[in-house]
């Protein structure tokens, strides 16, 4: 089971937190391309607690690094607008994802450990 870390229950992130649905809907053709998702069901490419997506196949590194390019355009555009840092944003967005994502799907903890959805 997936717990809150105590930062992400502090009062600014609570601005985030709304912002992250309008921006989910806006972009989500960004991020959930048809691409990531064949990529995330055949575990080339897993989430992480950080809102990046992790490469867990060498072949999926160029695919991972564009994903994260565009998340982190977001995640500094938000963070900018809260003022609150770029990994406080990403860790309410993974947060976001985790909830979307499919069964199944490969989810890093921040300890390292990959567990399946």
Sequence with gaps: M??????????????ILSAVLLTLSLYGTLVWA????QLRTSGAIG???SGYVVARNSSAQAEANAI???RRAIYQEKA????VSVDQVGKVYAMEIFKKIPAGT????ENGQWVQK
């Design 2 to 15: 997936l717990r809150l870390p105590s930062i992400l229950k502090t009062k600014p992130l609570v601005g």
């Design 34 to 37: 048809d691409n990531l998702e």
């Design 47 to 49: 989430e992480s607690y």
């Design 68 to 70: 994260n390019t565009k």
């Design 80 to 83: 900018a607008t809260q003022g």
């Design 106 to 109: 490969w989810f890093q903890k």
